[in-house]
T-cell receptor, first 113, second 111 residues
Framework: NAGVMQNPRHLVRRRGQEARLRCSPMKGHSHVYWYRQLPEEGLKFMVY????????ESGMPKERFSAEFPKEGPSILRIQQVVRGDSAAYFC???????????FGPGTRLTVT | DQQVKQNSPSLSVQEGRISILNCDYT??????FLWYKKYPAEGPTFLIS?????DKNEDGRFTVFLNKSAKHLSLHIVPSQPGDSAVYFC??????????FGTGTRLKVLA
């Protein structure tokens, strides 16, 4: 009964490179959420996806960030041309239904050098 | 504009005593509240939730109290154990998926 899985756990990128973060939801969960946590701050909602659909991306920066949750495979959060300010912990969560509790993965710590 | 506030960044409690973590919110539309616990280098773990139709919810050593008129909720841990040492986040939502998280309170339970 695996929980939410994220990989990689740590990712180092130079400025201008692309970062790809992966998330596999809990078995049976079709709702996926991405959050970002900056140092000394709470988790900030970025995007909510269901299979093949972006439901709400209001928390995601308009440029350089994109997310997908294909029919097969994990959800991907993609950050193009990373900058130092993108350094943060990125958490993925999943839920059985949209109004139910969300269960989090261990996070990906992105460091931009 | 921080809609969910945890004003105490840290709290130390002796083992066996009660830990009380507080959370205030400003949006009266919030009707569902959650508490998460987070250890270093791990994701938040769901602890307990409460809906606005209740004022108390209990699960083992954890009890959450909701005071709607004061827009305040608190998490009580009794008795506190060293393994409870972690950062605790409260989160609030209005019946949908979009939860607003507080900045967390770091609890240290002293043996």
């Amino acid at each position: 009964n695996a929980g939410v899985m994220q990989n990689p756990r740590h990712l180092v990128r130079r400025r201008g490179q692309e970062a790809r973060l992966r998330c596999s939801p809990m078995k049976g969960h079709s709702h996926v959420y991405w959050y970002r946590q900056l140092p000394e701050e709470g988790l900030k909602f970025m995007v909510y996806l269901q299979k093949e659909n972006i439901i709400d991306e209001s928390g995601m920066p308009k440029e350089r960030f994109s997310a997908e949750f294909p029919k097969e495979g994990p959800s991907i959060l993609r950050i193009q041309q990373v900058v130092r300010g993108d350094s943060a912990a990125y958490f993925c969560a999943s839920s059985l239904q949209s109004e139910y509790e969300q269960y989090f993965g261990p996070g990906t710590r992105l460091t931009v050098t | 504009d921080q809609q969910v506030k945890q004003n105490s960044p840290s709290l130390s409690v002796q083992e066996g005593r009660i830990s009380i973590l507080n959370c205030d919110y400003t949006n009266s539309m919030f009707d569902y509240f959650l508490w998460y616990k987070k250890y270093p280098a791990e994701g938040p773990t769901f602890l307990i939730s409460i809906s606005s139709i209740k004022d108390k919810n209990e699960d083992g050593r954890f009890t959450v109290f909701l005071n709607k008129s004061a827009k305040h909720l608190s998490l009580h841990i009794v008795p506190s154990q060293p393994g409870d040492s972690a950062v605790y986040f409260c989160a609030a939502g209005s019946g949908t998926y979009k939860y607003i998280f507080g900045t967390g309170t770091r609890l240290k339970v002293l043996a």
